[in-house]
């Protein structure tokens, strides 16, 4: 495992945009999945986007339209952009990637959707 640093979070305005990016220290080696999972008070983990390595993308039901996840593979870098955000969106974002059989996880990033 390494540590996954996430930053671009933050507090912004209903229909609003974000970026977040999700870095390791370095290169990582056989990734297969990459995800964010947001999580909210009383809620359990929940994955808002998925990457697998052959490209393939999955939403949730409540971000798809809205949310885009993609990847830099040069730097192993992933993001997640978040257009037309809602309230419900407030919660801790935390990125995912499954590299040699073993997943990395993020801090949390908190991103708060308010007027």
């Known amino acids: 495992q390494v540590h996954l640093t996430e930053s671009g979070g933050g507090l912004v305005q209903p229909g609003g945009s974000l970026r977040l990016s999700c870095t390791p220290p370095?290169?990582?080696?056989?990734?297969?999945?990459m995800h964010w999972y947001r999580q909210t008070p009383g809620k359990q983990r929940e994955s808002v986007a998925g990457?697998?390595?052959?490209?393939?993308?999955s939403y949730s039901d409540s971000v798809k339209g809205r949310f885009t996840i993609s990847v830099d593979n040069a730097k192993s870098a992933l993001y997640l952009q978040m257009n037309s955000l809602k309230p419900e969106d407030t919660g801790v974002y935390y990125c995912n990637i499954i590299h040699l059989g073993l997943a990395s996880w993020g801090q949390g990033i908190q991103v708060t959707v308010a007027s």
């Open positions: 990457l697998t390595a052959g490209g393939s993308t």
């Open positions: 370095g290169t990582l080696f056989s990734i297969t999945d």
